[in-house]
């Protein structure tokens, strides 16, 4: 009921801060339009061929670049992969990146509602209750208390000092409080402007992650299953080489081959004996990264293995426009929430620099009892407000108003290499692609080749007009030439997949996308408008 009383008061007292809430109807500072689109056609100073070389190979089928396909969210399983599908939902799941991307979204999240915050009054309340002793030695003034609880002095005999004992009271307080900072040159506007444009930098950087974890997941994966191919080549390289030495001693016991011959040989096996530790090794370090993309430890292995056999190269590339592309890459989007936010800094600096203004507002009560508190004689209010203006302080605001204006040429330079980086790195991927499918046609050229002089010299051996040796030899051949073709398959898949994450992997078609793209249609504004 105490509580109704005064908030119902204050609410009566509190009209006149409508004017003043009035005032709140300009922010100072520049009013953040979005940067234009680039003006780029393309990426290349020369189109590229709508349709890369095909090879008649695994992984050779031709691409053909689709300007108007969209990219899915899961675009890794396009490579119709069930392992790899399962393993980017394992790490979607456990990795850490994740949740400290989540985490830092939720900062930004509360951070904009502690600031919406400051657009209210603040109210309060307190009740401070006391037990008091007053002197007795006050020279013949003695306090005393009326019945209401009022404190009053009663007076000694005017013939001489007469000095009383201690006089000993009750004093209660309450009082609510209303606090109000008026909004009048947009700072505090500009200040949640400024975290709403650090809460999509989060949301996009939620985004980068789970496009960069999905990336290294398959490129990972793409990994795994080159070097196992190139370690079972190898082994095979191995095993003929040591059947040829083998052949080759005998042949020098019988006189057959010079001892030179023979240590030529030897070299050979060492060399390919040589090669095979690092391939493998480097197979251990890359299921040791699978498994870090997953959530594990380095002893705890995931179930899924890959090889080049279970994975399909997409037939279908999406290829989006130069202006769509600035609103599908993460990175060019957090940049542009970057220059956002540096323009709401320099609305916010201006702002500290004009007057400011404030508002306090009290009412209560005071008594010896609680019940005397709100009864006649026993209430009391005061309204306070109060405005303020720095006239001097050695610079320092306007320096500051300096700093935020250079920041935001800061984050308009920034926001512009971003995007010539984000161009870069898909016509980058294009021109790899393009490359891959010649390479991997000249690989599987001398893989082939290298295969008919295998089949036509285990023909002239069964006929006996050539030796063992020279089938051997044919055979190593066609080995490293099937390495050869395995990791120009593995570079043709790993590059497909750089394609999905240059261009922005999707992101907007996740359930959970923070917002949607605008339409091909619209038309983005340039720069930044001073108001």
């Known amino acids: 009921m105490l509580l109704k009383t005064i908030v119902s008061d204050v609410q009566r007292r509190a009209v006149w801060l409508i004017p003043l809430a009035l005032l709140s109807a300009c922010a100072v500072g520049p009013d953040f339009k979005r940067p234009a689109a680039p003006v780029a056609a393309g990426y290349t100073p020369q189109p590229l061929p709508a349709q890369t070389a095909e090879a008649k190979v695994e992984q050779g089928k031709a691409q053909t670049f689709m300007p108007s396909r969209d990219i899915p969210q899961d ?112 700072l505090q506007r500009r200040t949640v402007e400024s975290a709403e444009a650090q809460l999509e930098i989060q949301q996009m950087q939620l985004q980068a992650t789970y496009i960069t974890l999905a990336s290294n997941v398959v490129a990972a994966a793409f990994q795994e299953a080159s070097l196992r191919g190139q370690i079972a080549a190898m082994e095979n390289v191995i095993t003929l080489n040591r059947e040829n030495l083998d052949i080759m001693r005998k042949q020098q016991a019988l006189g057959y081959v010079a001892e030179i011959d023979v240590a030529a040989q030897q070299a050979t096996l060492a060399q390919a004996e040589q090669a095979l530790p690092p391939l493998r090794k480097q197979l251990e370090l890359t299921r040791d990264l699978i498994r870090a993309l997953a959530g594990n430890t380095p002893d705890q292995d995931v179930s899924e293995t890959f090889t080049l056999a279970d994975l399909h190269l997409p037939e279908e590339l999406p290829l989006s426009l130069p202006s769509r592309l600035v609103e599908q890459r993460p990175d060019v989007r957090a940049a542009e929430a970057q220059l956002h936010a540096a323009s709401a800094q320099y609305g916010v600096a201006i702002a500290n620099r004009l007057p400011q203004f404030s508002v306090l507002a009290s009412m209560g009560g005071m008594a010896s009892a609680p019940n005397w508190m709100f009864r006649a004689g026993g209430g009391f209010f005061s309204v306070v407000g109060n405005v303020a203006q720095t006239l001097f302080d050695g610079g320092s605001l306007r320096a500051q108003s300096k700093v935020a204006e250079q920041a935001l040429n ?72 099937a390495i050869g073709l395995i990791q120009a398959q593995a570079a043709r898949l790993g590059d497909s997949a750089a394609l999905y994450q240059a261009l922005g992997g999707g992101w907007w078609n996740r359930p959970d996308a923070p917002a949607t793209l605008p339409k091909q249609s619209e038309k983005s504004a340039s720069g930044v408008q001073a108001s």
């Open 75 to 186: 675009w890794w399983t396009l490579f119709r992969s069930a392992q790899l599908n399962s393993l980017v939902e394992r790490a979607f799941k456990a990795n850490p990146d994740i949740g400290a991307a989540q985490a830092a979204l939720a900062q930004a999240q509360q951070n904009v509602i502690a600031q919406q915050g400051f657009f209210y009054p603040t109210v309060g309340i307190s009740y401070t209750p006391s037990r008091n002793k007053l002197a007795g030695n006050n020279g013949g003034n003695s306090p005393g208390i009326q019945s209401n609880g009022t404190l009053i002095q009663t007076y000694a005999n005017p013939a001489g000092p007469k000095y009383n004992g201690p006089a000993y009271y009750n004093f209660h307080v309450a009082q609510l409080t209303v606090g109000y900072v008026p909004d009048v040159f947009g």
């Open 410 to 481: 800061q984050s308009a330079a920034q926001y512009h290499g971003a995007v010539i980086a984000a161009l870069q790195n898909v016509a980058d991927t294009l021109h790899c692609i393009a490359s891959d499918a010649e390479v991997l046609k000249a690989a599987a050229t001398a893989e082939q080749a290298s295969h008919r002089v295998l089949e036509l010299t285990q023909k002239q051996y069964q006929a006996g007009y050539v030796s063992y040796q020279n089938l051997l030899l044919a055979e190593q051949n066609y080995q490293l030439a």
